[in-house]
């Protein structure tokens, strides 16, 4: 059975500092999406990373994702209010196929103080 | 362009009773996915709807169920309702032509049971 593990679960962030969180998955899959939610909201689409090595920037944030380690890093620069949220990573298993789901993690939960 | 849409966004049932959630896919998407969304339990596939078939099912009892129509289109359905059916009922929409399966989710169906 697939396991997406992210840590760690809470992370309490100072303004204007950096900070990396991370997601491992126990299955071989190129395919690993970051999502946000934020109290009350739906999930929002933050990276699609899909293949060995990809990065994505967005703003303060940059994906990665190493198909080899099945890990993806999710780093923070110069943390803002604005990025506090919960942060999920899901896996897509069997990646791209035709019963393909995914399996998210159960979410890191960001609070960025003054 | 119109998002995923769910209805009703929130309701309140006693145990036993049955409901049904209504998701509209993003136009042009054929693909639509429920999930579970729980403290205790996190994010869970319940299952992913493709041309009317049911193409993935998660593990939960078969008092959950849904179905899909002609237009995309998605409901499902729970019967026999437990306490513990309380959770956020996310849709997710996606286009199986797109390579890379990223899931749009709606704003949530929160049913509470009673």
């Known amino acids: 059975e697939l396991k997406v593990e992210q840590n760690p679960l809470f992370l309490s962030m100072q303004e204007g500092k950096n900070y990396t969180i991370y997601c491992n998955y126990s299955t071989t899959s190129d395919r690993l999406y970051w999502y946000r939610q934020d109290p009350g909201k739906s999930l929002e689409s933050l990276f699609v990373l899909l293949s060995n090595g990809a990065v994505k920037q967005e703003g303060r944030l940059m994906a990665s994702l190493d198909t080899k380690a099945r890990l993806s890093t999710l780093h923070i620069t110069a943390a803002v209010h604005d990025l506090s949220a919960t942060y999920f990573c899901a896996v897509d298993v069997p990646p791209g196929g035709a019963n393909s789901k995914l399996t998210f993690g159960k979410g890191i939960t960001l609070s960025v103080r003054p | 362009k119109a998002g995923v849409t769910q209805t009703p966004r929130y309701l309140i049932k006693t145990r036993g009773q049955q409901v049904t959630l209504s998701c509209s896919p993003i136009?042009?998407?054929?693909?639509v996915s429920w999930y579970q969304q729980t403290p205790g339990q996190g994010l869970q596939f319940l299952f992913e709807y493709f041309s009317e078939t049911q193409r993935n099912k998660g593990n939960f009892p078969g008092r959950f169920s849904g179905r899909q129509f002609s237009n995309s289109r998605s409901e499902m359905n729970v019967s026999t309702l437990e306490l513990g059916d309380s959770a956020l009922y996310l849709c997710a929409s996606s286009s199986r032509l797109a390579s890379t399966g990223e899931l749009f989710f709606g704003e949530g169906s929160r049913l509470t049971v009673l």
């Open positions: 136009s042009g998407h054929r693909s």
